[in-house]
């Protein structure tokens, strides 16, 4: 790594683990830095779940408090399910060859920063036409964990409609909660791609401490920082990253 490079993907990490804990949407900043500074797109994906990860951790240890108010069963069974569907998602990534992914990536960058920018509308109709007890909201959950997985754009936007959908309505629980379903996915992934060999370590070292650091940030923020503030800023920087993905198809 160049001297360039250690500082772009330093500050990548830091502001993308303040990001992820505050709304999501972290990886539109790791994602990009990593292939710009020249690692390959499936290792470098697997490199930035890796580099967040432990953000998540740190952002949910932020909202520890109001954690602790949700039901002990509840919060077991939606980590038991963020677990499997992370795993799932990072052997689907794993059997993806690299010209296929290539070609989805934009796609999926579009895809979650559309979620993104209409989060709260998905919120809304997932809680008119989700049953939070049906097998609709089990399956739902599942579906989002695996796509945690195999590419962890927009996870946390994604986590936080589910969320609405359950019926949860204290915005500081659903974060918690989300940066913990987050970091539960995210771990279950890193075990898979670090077994299989394509983490890209010196650079995933260097972007989890700086991720960590941001990640513990942004909690502590989070209850002063204008949200559509953060949002508006996230959204912008996944739109421009998937126009500069899909032109390099």
């Known amino acids: 790594m160049t001297l360039p490079d250690i500082i772009l993907l330093a500050l990548a990490a830091f502001f993308a683990g303040g990001v992820n804990a505050i709304a999501g949407g972290g990886s539109f900043l790791t994602f990009p830095a990593l292939v710009f500074t020249g690692v390959p797109t499936i290792a470098a994906n697997a490199t930035s779940a890796v580099a967040v990860f432990p953000g998540y951790l740190s952002g949910a240890l932020g909202f520890l408090r109001e954690l602790r108010a949700l039901p002990v069963r509840q919060t077991a069974l939606l980590m038991a399910v963020a677990a499997l569907g992370g795993f799932i998602g990072s052997l689907l990534l794993l059997v993806s060859s690299p010209g296929v992914f290539a070609l989805v990536i934009p796609w999926l960058l579009g895809f979650a ?78 075990a898979t791609f670090a077994l299989a060999g394509i983490v890209v370590w ?14 513990y940030a942004g909690a502590r923020v989070s209850r002063r920082l204008p949200p559509q503030v953060i949002r508006a800023a996230v959204v912008a920087i996944g739109a421009a990253m998937t126009l500069v993905f899909f032109l390099r198809i």
């Open 113 to 190: 920063t559309l979620l993104f920018a209409f989060g709260r509308h998905v919120a809304t109709w997932a809680q008119r036409h989700v049953d939070a007890d049906g097998w609709q909201a089990r399956a739902a959950n599942l579906i989002v964990c695996i796509y945690g997985g195999y590419f962890n754009g927009g996870l946390g936007i994604v986590l936080l409609a589910m969320l609405a959908g359950l019926g949860m309505r204290d915005l500081n629980q659903m974060n918690g909660l989300k940066n913990g379903m987050s970091f539960v996915v995210s771990a279950a992934s890193v």
């Open 202 to 215: 010196p650079q995933a070292v260097l972007m989890m401490v700086a991720a960590t650091l941001g990640g």
